[in-house]
């Protein structure tokens, strides 16, 4: 009977075999109630033997005892999975609600520092890309100054050889001089008579009393005066000769200058230039020759402190004054020691496009040199753009004296200062302009003039005085060119 009981429950458990079942209430031959249960082997098409029936039995058995204990521990998992349930939908787990408290404290600490980790490594992606980025600039720069170094190295080469090549020829043709020629000969025998020069040195032949040559030698010369400055007012202006022009856009105006009051190491042939087109000008490129000028083999390019404003720059007395971008503030540079020795603001001055000469270019403050020392020329709101001119003081900056023109700023194309007068030029453009207005600061008069002057590239960026070399500086529409003047006799 145990027997049938197991193989009862091993069926309702399993359901095995269980395709066709019976079950039977019958009287045994004593008259007791008998249940009989009978099912269809799935697998056996006929009755094992007594002891094969016994085996099979007891493997039921085992087989149901341990699916009965795996029965037991799932539905004691289920019921505790159900308890956890129940507890956690009405806000209540197992154990104290501090520990339930300390536990989301500390899970949604851990969210904010899994967030805060996520912000720091997008943080750090970009930086990365940043940095990349950044280095592949720096390496292009890199290579672009290895190129430009190269350059002028080769420059600097080629310079040599030519200075080389010019000793060489000008030993050569000392040996070949004959000895019965007089000095200055051969100078004299190299002179084109054609030439525009030679013609204009003929036609200014005038009669002058020896006694005047006597009394008023050549600057320069034994026996002449070095305190006369051979100042006058200016009569005439010559033709335009251009000494070189510009290699790129950033060219296309500047500033080119030399020392009209030159300060070891440097020379009166010492020439500066830079090339004003750009947004922060810095760079100021020295010569020690003219022929590395004209060649355009820079021996030092200089990098100024802060970036400059604009064409009014001017060297004296071993420093650049120049005007600081965008501010009103005049600087002067020391170029062999390369530093700041002074800055001073122009009281009141327009800056930045407020009152510049008429071709613009921020030209609001203009610095000059002549004969008696620096100059500023400017206007301001008082002025209503009226031109005024102040003499500056060479080492401090400061306003020595001002003077208040009627000329109005913005209906010249530029000025420039010589023997204390200001000229002004009527056109930037124009191959007829003229030098159209004079200031006379002894006076505090000005006059109209009608010099001419010729624009050759029809875009003058640059004028200035050079007192040493009674020229005319100019940047002219890529091309640096110098003026001859006159002067009458005061």
């Known amino acids: 009977m145990p027997a049938v009981q197991l193989l009862l429950l091993a069926s309702l458990l399993w359901g095995v075999g269980a395709r066709t079942a019976q079950l039977r209430k019958a009287n045994d031959q004593s008259g007791r109630c008998q249940y009989t249960f009978t099912v269809v082997s799935p697998n056996e098409s006929s009755c094992p033997e ?75 992606e970009t930086a990365n890309s940043n ?65 525009v020069d030679f013609q204009e040195l003929k036609s200014e032949f005038s009669e002058v009393p020896a006694s005047h040559i006597l009394e008023s030698p050549a600057p320069g010369h034994p026996g002449s005066d070095d305190t006369d400055t051979g100042c006058g007012d200016l ?3 010559g033709e335009p000769v251009t000494l070189r022009t510009a290699e790129s856009i950033a060219g296309k105006y500047g500033v080119w200058m030399r020392d009209p009051k030159p300060v070891s190491p440097y020379t009166q042939n010492t020439t500066w230039r830079v090339d004003t087109v750009g947004t922060a000008v810095r760079q100021v490129f ?96 008082d002025a209503k753009g009226a031109i ?39 056109s930037y453009s124009s191959l007829d302009a003229t030098i159209n207005f004079a200031y006379d600061t002894g006076t505090q008069s000005s006059k109209a003039l009608t010099i001419p002057f010729k624009n050759q590239y029809k875009y003058s960026s640059m004028v200035d005085y050079n007192p040493l070399e009674k020229k005319l500086f100019a940047w002219d529409n890529f091309n640096m060119v110098t003026y001859d003047v006159r002067l009458s006799k005061m």
């Open 50 to 124: 007594q002891g094969q029936a016994s085996s099979a039995i007891q493997d039921l058995q085992r087989d149901s005892s341990a699916q009965r204990a795996d029965l037991e521990a799932t539905k004691a998992q289920l019921s505790s999975l159900e308890g956890l349930l129940h507890r956690l939908t009405s806000g209540q787990v197992a154990g104290p609600s501090e520990t339930w408290q300390a536990q989301r404290r500390e899970l949604d600490t851990l969210t904010r520092e899994l967030e805060q980790l996520k912000a720091q490594t997008r943080e750090l």
């Open 131 to 195: 940095l990349l980025r950044d280095q592949s600039v720096l390496e292009a720069e890199k290579r672009q100054l290895q190129a430009e170094n190269e350059d002028l190295a080769r420059r600097l080469e080629s310079s040599s050889q030519e200075m080389e090549r010019l000793r060489r020829g000008q030993c050569l043709q000392a040996q070949s001089t004959p000895r019965d020629v007089p000095p200055g000969a051969g100078e004299v025998a190299r002179w084109n008579l054609e030439n």
């Open 235 to 237: 009569v005439w202006v």
């Open 286 to 381: 020295e010569y020690h020759l003219i022929s590395q000028f004209t060649q355009g083999y820079p021996s030092k390019v200089h990098v100024l402190p802060r970036p400059l404003e604009s064409t009014g720059a001017v060297v004296y007395g071993g420093s650049l004054y120049f005007q600081g971008a965008e501010s009103r503030t005049v600087v002067r540079y020391e170029l062999n020691t390369e530093t700041v020795k002074a800055e001073k603001d122009i009281p009141g001055a327009g800056y930045h496009g407020q009152f510049p000469y008429s071709w613009g270019g921020y030209t609001d403050i203009d610095l000059a040199v002549d004969e008696t020392g620096l100059w500023v020329i400017y206007s301001t709101e």
């Open 388 to 426: 005024v001119l102040s003499k500056l003081h060479p080492e401090s900056l400061e306003l020595e004296q001002t003077w208040q023109t009627n000329i109005r700023k913005q209906s010249v194309a530029n000025a420039f200062v010589i023997c204390g007068t200001l000229y002004t030029i009527s």
